[in-house]
């Protein structure tokens, strides 16, 4: 029966760290006094603020209890493995599986100038858009422009009667089906 050697690349991979129960900020910072190259995705989510108050917002992982590090696994998988908040570094075996380059730079480029990954679908002026929710669901009308700094766009409304612009959160509506005649009616 032959054995099939498995090796580890002499050069620096991207791999998957698992961390320990919300410390994937201190594996991080860990790790990069260690000078690892680390990527911790992260997202800006909103939660619902008290009334009055202006909106909430949560700071999250996109991977919870993920990071990613870039690393030499030769000689620096013991020490990444126990930096305090790593779990271990994900992998088959007893070797860890290295992610390819092209995966973590098509993560990197959904962030945002602020560092914040970007999920959900992006808006183009011009494209039609339905409201999900309050007083105004179900209604239709066109995408004009995100509101500088706020989570809140401008739309237009079209009615039997008027044409209206509307300012809502970006949350409450959701792109449609550009071959679609509906028409935003009360």
């Known amino acids: 029966m032959n054995a099939v050697a498995v090796s580890v690349s002499e050069e620096a991979r991207w791999y998957a ?13 860990n790790l990069r006094a260690w000078r690892v190259e680390t990527f911790t995705p992260r997202l800006k989510e909103r ?34 493995n126990y930096t305090r908040g790593v779990q271990n570094v994900v992998g088959f075996g007893e070797w860890p599986t290295p992610i390819d380059d092209e995966i973590i730079d098509l993560i990197k480029s959904q962030v945002d100038e602020d560092g914040f990954v970007k999920v959900g679908e992006e808006f183009k002026s011009g494209d039609k858009v339905k409201i999900k929710a309050g007083p105004l669901k179900s209604l239709v009308g066109v995408f004009e422009r ?4 706020t989570d809140r766009v401008k739309i237009l409304l079209t009615t039997v009667s008027y044409q209206s612009h509307l300012v809502i959160d970006r949350e409450m509506i959701e792109k449609i089906d550009p071959s679609s005649d509906k028409i935003g009616v009360f």
């Open 146 to 149: 995100k509101i500088k700094d």
């Open 17 to 29: 760290v698992r961390t320990k129960p919300k410390q994937e900020e201190r594996a991080d910072d």
């Open 47 to 80: 939660r619902s603020a008290h009334y009055g108050a202006g909106p909430a917002y949560a700071v999250k992982p996109l991977f919870p209890r993920y990071i990613f590090a870039r690393f030499n696994a030769q000689s620096l998988l013991h020490k990444v």
